[in-house]
């Protein structure tokens, strides 16, 4: 029987076959748009900012990287935060954060003010996606569904991917019709109805009990300790990694001194922020997060590195490099929810990883002299392998991460997405150090073989994906990982996505 709290969230629904209607959806995939915008719109204001302000373009970059560097880090922060305060009022306050960047870029007189101004979108924006897993996995819960509510999942991952791809064009347009100033101001326009809908249409966060709301006690339940250890060890990789090749003996050395004492402070921790005890008990949530990196780097490598090669070697210009990359994003977005609506797992990560394959060995076959529509076929490759990744590795985490850790799970597989990404880059300049040549692409190429036949391993050799249960069907996986030394999870349970549920087969 259902909840007096369940019955009042689908009766502000509709039927109660209806638990996420589109009012409830809707606020959460515009949220989930705003950090694959910013990410992507910024790229075409870059050449713009740089005459404006009297700096060199590359040192513009660093509006590039402080999005990812604060995305990586906000990212589980939010998702503990939501867990133990409440997704609305984070998913809210993650929009203010966006409104202010907004306002702070357009208004902004130098590089160091864009710079402030990215953060905040950075750490604003990343509050959308794990807030949006808390909500939908509690609403699937007082809906007594059984499977994950493919459709909803689905639409969220289109709502990223699907602005990632038009990112590019949109800031084209306005920076070329209105100034670069507009790639930060649209914020404002697009976080004001986020915030009208999801202040009139989300449903509210359970009242906190009193004798819990002081600092120490909630810091205690985040663990507040613990979030700021991830935070300054993360900061630490991430710069590091953007580094190379070049060593950056300060940023290592920060990372390993963070990184030890964190470590051992989670390992004590009854509640951890990160729990590594529980990370290592549960295999599949582990292997979703290497996918995930492994597979990102991929595809991103090709939106980046495949970009420089175009543009250096093959002679197009910026506009025709990304006109060429834009059926890659389209089909990544198209095939995302009709995929995501059967629940399958098993059978998207293999696709995932093959495409991988083929798309990479495409990539070691072209050359300067190529023409176009052999470059689009391997961007169209690829972005089969973007939907079918994003669709298997997010019911994969929807399955694999404890209900109560949703959040923080979520944060974490988008963390590991942009260590994906960052890598990608750090690739890329190494591999083009001498110039965007064929020889460079070649040796790309070839990293991205050896990803792909990771992921393919990661994928076939799982046996948490082996049974007909993880696309959909009745059957049983097998269970693997033998985890009774870690005190934590004896034995991983199959990953299941039965058809039916208790509140109808079709969710949406």
């Known amino acids: 029987m259902r909840s007096d709290r369940a019955q009042a969230h689908c009766a502000a629904d509709g039927p109660a076959r209806r638990p996420f209607a589109w009012t409830f959806t809707t606020p959460l995939y515009v ?37 990812y560097l604060a995305s990586a880090v906000a990212q589980p922060t939010a998702g503990k935060l939501a867990e133990v305060l409440g997704p609305r009022r984070i998913f809210l306050s993650g929009i203010v954060l966006v409104l202010l960047g907004g306002l702070a870029g357009g208004l902004g007189r130098d590089l160091a003010a864009l710079t402030v101004a990215r953060v905040l979108i950075g750490v604003g924006t990343s509050a959308a996606f794990p807030c949006a897993m808390v909500m939908i996995r509690r609403r699937a819960e007082e809906a007594g569904m059984d499977a994950p509510p493919g459709g909803v999942l689905g639409g969220l991952a289109m709502a990223g991917m699907a602005t990632a791809a038009v990112g590019p064009p949109i800031g084209g347009l306005l920076v070329g019709a209105a100034g670069w100033r507009w790639a930060f101001l649209i914020n404002i326009p697009v976080t004001a109805v986020a915030m009208a809908m999801a202040l009139r249409q989300l449903p509210a966060d359970p009242a ?55 470590v051992v402070w989670e390992l004590r921790g009854s509640a951890p922020f990160f729990d590594f005890r529980g990370l290592a008990a549960n295999g599949a949530l582990a292997r979703t997060y290497l996918r995930q990196a492994l597979t990102l780097l991929g595809v991103y490598s090709v939106m980046y590195g495949m970009t420089q090669w175009m543009e250096a070697a093959h002679g197009f210009s910026t506009v025709g490099a990304g006109l060429l990359l834009l059926p890659m994003g389209a089909v990544s977005a198209l095939l995302s929810r009709p995929l995501a609506t059967r629940n399958l797992v098993r059978g998207p990560l293999i696709a995932s990883a093959v495409t991988m394959l083929l798309g990479s060995a495409g990539i070691m076959l072209l050359t300067s002299h190529s023409p176009a529509i052999a470059i689009v076929l391997v961007s169209l490759v690829f972005g089969v392998t973007s939907a079918t990744t994003t669709v298997g590795n997010q019911t994969a985490l929807y399955l694999a991460a404890p209900p109560d850790r949703i959040g923080t799970a979520s944060g974490l597989f988008r963390t590991f997405g942009y260590l994906g990404t960052i890598t990608s880059a750090v690739i890329g300049g190494i591999v083009f150090r001498d110039g965007a040549s064929d020889h460079g692409l070649h040796t790309l190429g070839v990293v991205l073989v050896a990803a792909g036949l990771a992921v393919l391993l990661l994928t076939v050799l799982d046996r948490r994906l082996m049974g007909r249960g993880t696309d959909g069907g009745t059957g049983t996986a097998d269970t693997a990982d033998s985890t009774e030394a870690l005190g934590a ?15 109808g087969e079709n969710p949406v």
């Open 31 to 67: 949220g989930a748009a705003l950090n694959p915008i910013n990410s992507s719109i910024i790229a075409t204001a870059l050449v713009p900012i740089a005459a404006e302000l009297r700096v060199p373009v590359g040192s513009t970059a660093v509006l590039v990287s402080s999005l």
């Open 208 to 262: 906190p009990e009193r004798e819990r709301d002081g600092f120490r006690a909630v810091a205690g339940r985040i663990d507040l300790i613990g979030i700021v250890g991830f935070a300054g060890s993360m900061t630490a990789l991430v710069v590091f990694l953007m580094g190379l090749p070049r060593v950056e003996w300060t940023a290592l050395a920060v990372f390993v001194l963070a990184a030890g004492p964190t």
């Open 489 to 503: 999870v004896p034995r991983e349970a199959p990953l299941e996505t039965p058809r039916e549920n208790r509140a």
